[in-house]
Each structure stands twice: as C-alpha cells, then as structure tokens.
C-alpha cells in the first residue's frame, strides 16, 4: 500500500473557495425562489467577454494548427520568444525596468506558480505571509512539509504571520524575526490595499539583510490607477538580487478560465545550498519547468500576445474601467450603508469592517439569506482577517448596481 504525503492531513477543512461553494449550493437547494436573486460577489472571477484581439489571435492560431505548413507541436517549456519578447517589453523595458526575455516563464497561471516554485525550494526555509492572506501561500507550504500543525484560530505552527490591519494600512512591515521567503502581493487580495515605492523599499532592505527571498504576486498590478504607486517590485533598487514576480493574464485580459501567466526569475538571483555554496535559481526554475510541464497552448500564448497589441491595451483599459465602477459603485453603497470600507481604489476589492459583532461567517450567512448576495468571509484569508469580509467587483453593472441597491438595506 502506498503511503501518503500527511502533510495534507494538517490543512484546515476545505479550501476557502470549495467551502463557500457548498454552502450557497446547501442555502439554493433549500430556498429555490430566493436563489434566482443570487449574485455572486465572493470568488474573484471575472464576467466580461474576453477582449475582441484575444479572440481573433486564438482563431488564427486554431487555423494554423489545421494546416501542415503551419502546424505547431511541443512548443518551448519556457513559452514561445514571441509573448516572452512582448511582455519583457511592454510590462517592464517600457517602465525602464531591466528584465530579459528569457528571465520570463509562461505558464498556466500565478495561483500555480505560487505552488509550482516550492519545488526548487529547501525545507529549511522559514515563511512570513502576511495575514489576511490568499489562502494558495498557506496552504501549499502546508503541503510541502514547511509547516507545524494547525493551531484553533487555523494558522499553523512555524509559520511566520505578518499582521495586516487598519493601522498599518494593511501593509505589513518587516518584522524583527528572520524570514527566508517571504510573500507580498499588491495591490493585495484581500483587502485591496497597495504598497508605496518607500514600503517596498524596506522590504527589499530586509531581504537583503536577512538573505530572504520575496516573492511578489503582482497579479492585479493593472488595476493600479494612483500614478505614484509602483506596478513591480522590480521598480525597486536591489530587487533582482532578493525577488521573483509572478503575474497573471486572468484578471486583467479576462484569462481565469483560459489560463495564462508568467513568472519573472532574474539571473541574478542566488540561494544556498546546506554546504554554503551560493547558486542561480534561474537554471533549477527552467529545469523544473522542462522536466514537468509543457508551458501553455500555442492559440492561448497567441491570445495573451494580443493583449500588449494596441487594440488589445485599449480593449483591457475597458474592462479595467468597468470592473473599477463597479468598485466605486460598491463602495460607496457600503458606505451609505454605515460600513467603514478599505480597498476599491487600486484593486478591484473592497475590504468591509462588520458590524454588530458579528463573526464573518455569520456575516456571509446573514448577507446570503437577507440579502442573497454571496461574499467572501475574512477569516478565510486568515486570523487577522476576522471582523472583515471581501466583496469582489467582478461582475455585471447591472448586478453591481442591484447589490449596492441590496447594500444599503442592510
């Protein structure tokens, strides 16, 4: 009999998302009428129509598998020069940031290569996340072994917990302890927030001085409309020698059920080995990749191309506008509502304080029977997230302008 990795057997019930599915399946099944008014506010997915460039570049690229001449089979693991060429120029030499083509790694998508990097990580490492935090960090060094056990409010033992509150803005700052890798994403899901230039600098600092590695989820960087907030940690003095950036075509080109992203590893970039030796992560990253997976589609890499096209950049600001109004449009229904609202500014979040001393799964269970929409309740994100819930703007501007109508009857 085979034995089983028991690293699985710490995590905590579900995964948040699955969990929230069962019970909006549970409450429709047990209130039909009411189930016909559901919207949908809690997962971050997107509801648009991919962007019209997107669509035709995948057509074509479908005709081009359907001939000889053109045909395509196993494409680079890396991803095809093509997209690696467009990113490096449009999200980074575009913003005077130095990145190579082949220091860029398509794949299917960041929430993947949050998971897919611990494998060319050691055990050894100790992990800072911030807390409220997107789950997928947590919850796949769990699998990976780089944990203790669960402790009762769900964060686990040897875990390091950067506390994210109304105080600090919800940036954490670097912490006294010593971290080897440790994780930020900005603009941040959940709360919405986002990290000044001087922020990340004392980040970066820290990672210089500790030898720790920062990996940046820049999955919604898009979404930043502030001027003076910085898009990539690699805006930063010193970042290529401490950070990898990871990034997503989902959430900005429409891409959640398509699947596309990338992750930014420079050469520059050490680690060490037990015996002291100092090594480049890029070679073990693109030999982690040639050996188990095949990169993306060709039609999708065609797709995701077409988004840096100039048809494709007007296309993405529509929608970005769009989902942003929704946001305004949430946040000051919120408002009126008497709740005290974080985020929607820079991120298409909004991070809601309870009321009434409620806890935030009551809070999704009372916002589900009286009002039928569906939220995300803040513990799912961790300990600190406790006394908030998450409402997503992905959505129609009709639903978003019903929601807001249902908000402030709350």
């Keep these: 009999m085979a034995y089983l990795n028991e690293n699985y057997l710490k995590l905590q019930a579900g995964y948040l998302f699955p969990e929230i599915a069962r019970r909006v399946r549970e409450f429709c099944d047990a209130n039909p009428e009411a189930a016909k008014r559901l919207i949908r506010c809690g997962i971050g997915d997107v509801t648009e129509p991919l962007p019209r460039a997107a ?82 960090y947590v919850d796949t060094n769990v699998m990976a072994g780089h944990s203790g056990p669960a402790r009762k409010d769900g964060s686990y033992d040897a875990i390091l917990y950067l506390p994210c509150n109304a105080e600090n803005g919800f940036v954490p700052e670097p912490p006294i302890e010593h971290a080897d890798l440790v994780y930020l994403c900005f603009p941040n899901n959940p709360t919405g927030a986002v990290a000044s230039r001087e922020q990340l600098s004392r980040w970066v600092d820290y990672a210089h001085e500790h030898e720790a590695l920062l990996l940046f989820d820049a999955a919604y960087e898009a979404y930043i409309l502030q001027p003076h907030i910085p898009h990539s940690i690699f805006e930063i003095p010193g970042a290529r020698e401490c950070a990898v950036e990871l990034r997503s075509f989902s959430k900005n080109g429409g891409f959640t059920g398509v699947r596309c992203g990338f992750t930014v590893m420079p050469k520059s970039l050490l680690a060490r080995t037990e015996n002291g030796r100092r090594l480049p992560f890029h070679p073990l990253w693109q030999r982690r990749w ?121």
């Design 55 to 136: 669509i035709e570049a995948m057509k074509r690229a479908v005709e081009e598998l359907g001939h000889r001449e053109t045909f395509r089979g196993y494409g680079p693991e890396q991803g095809y020069e093509f997209l690696r060429s467009a990113i490096a120029q449009h999200d980074y030499c575009d913003r005077n940031i130095e990145i190579a083509d082949d220091e860029i790694f398509v794949s299917d998508g960041s929430k993947c290569d949050c998971g897919y990097i611990l494998d060319i990580l050691g055990d050894q490492n100790k992990v800072a996340v911030p807390d409220p935090v997107y789950p997928v």
């Design 290 to 410: 040639s050996t188990k997976a095949n990169s993306v589609s060709y039609p999708v890499q065609r797709g995701a191309e077409a988004l840096y096209s100039t048809e494709g950049r007007a296309e993405i600001r529509v929608l970005i506008d769009h989902y942003m109004g929704n946001a305004r449009i949430l946040r000051v229904a919120a408002e009126d509502a008497g709740l005290e609202v974080f985020g929607g500014v820079n991120a298409p979040y909004l991070w809601v304080k309870m009321p009434n001393g409620l806890t935030s799964w009551q809070m999704f269970d009372q916002m589900l029977r009286k009002l039928n929409v569906v939220i995300t309740p803040g513990a799912g994100f961790g300990a600190q997230g406790e006394g908030y819930f998450r409402i997503s703007a992905f959505n129609s501007r009709e639903n978003a302008e019903e929601v807001a109508r249902r908000l402030r009857n709350l």
